[in-house]
């Protein structure tokens, strides 16, 4: 037998939908910073990847970003001694992350370049970790094929931290299904790429559960862990939701905190947290 693909048997993203994908990155990328893509809940989640990584890969060491949006992770690890080449499959989102460096004085520990998830053939550097955050990887067309690169690109016993969207949402399931919005609801249980609407775009997203996803990865890497991110907060596009009663829902954080690395519990969330291991 083959090694299993890590998305499911329907056709890969085609070209048309991989270039929606990246004109719906590039249409928010002025403000994708901002509250659109940087409110509290997402902060919370982006905080847990920032140490996580710092808790697996020494400061100093090279470090790959894959979709670097506009950069705010870049350069949280610039700032904390690691050098970055940060990539992403939208041109204008790779402009603010230069911008954004630039500004910040840290040219020299941050790398920006147009490059997709599905380019990383392009890459000949060696990486001591690669990090992705908020769902990069549910847009590639082809997981099993970013394993083989990532294994190519990181040296022997680098780590992955990535974070990607997960197929169980509690949280969106009771909300969209008590409004009705039943289609809606069930998006994420979608088997191949689910079209979903980001200012009047498309963007093309498969959803995974964690062991779903990992099986893309196992023949080059071993799975160290894997936890659960807004399982008990709601998940970001509910953000007034949490700043109506912000004390109540800190206290919801907390269970996140303590239960999110529990069996079972961890297949559930907005997103989920894994690392993996180069054998």
Not at 100 to 128: I, K, P, T, W, Y
Not at 142 to 154: K, S
Not at 171 to 179: C, M, N, T
Not at 229 to 236: C, E, K, R
Request: with cysteine.
């Amino acid at each position: 037998m083959g090694q299993p693909s890590g998305r499911p048997m329907e056709a890969s993203l085609n070209d048309a939908q991989l270039l929606d994908t990246q004109r719906a990155f590039d249409s928010v990328a002025a403000d994708y910073d901002g509250p659109r893509g940087n409110n509290e809940l997402i902060q919370r989640m982006r905080t847990t990847l920032w140490d996580t990584v710092c808790h697996e890969v020494p400061a100093g060491s090279q470090l790959l970003d894959i979709g670097c949006g506009t950069g705010l992770d870049a350069l949280e690890f610039a700032h904390r001694g690691y050098q970055v080449v940060a990539t992403d499959w939208s041109p204008a989102m790779v402009g603010r992350t230069r911008s954004r460096a630039a500004v910040a004085g840290v040219e020299s520990n941050v790398v920006a370049m147009h490059l997709g998830v599905q380019q990383l053939d392009q890459l000949q550097e060696s990486f001591d970790g690669i990090y992705s955050n908020f769902g990069p990887l549910n847009c590639a067309p082809d997981l099993a094929a970013v394993a083989e690169q990532c294994a190519r690109l990181l040296k022997p016993g680098g780590k992955l931290v990535f974070s990607a969207m997960g197929r169980i949402c509690p949280w969106e399931l009771g909300h969209y299904a008590l409004r009705g919005r039943f289609r809606r609801a069930s998006v994420r249980g979608t088997r191949g790429p689910a079209a979903v609407g980001m200012n009047k775009h498309t963007i093309w997203t498969y959803y995974y559960l964690p062991r779903e996803f990992y099986r893309a990865f196992a023949g080059q890497f071993s799975l160290e862990s894997y936890r659960a991110l807004s399982l008990f907060m709601p998940p970001p596009y509910l953000v007034d939701r949490y700043r109506r009663r912000q004390h109540w829902y800190e206290r919801l954080g907390r269970l996140d905190d303590k239960l999110g690395a529990f069996p079972l519990l961890r297949d559930m969330g907005d997103h989920f947290l894994i690392v993996m291991r180069r054998r």
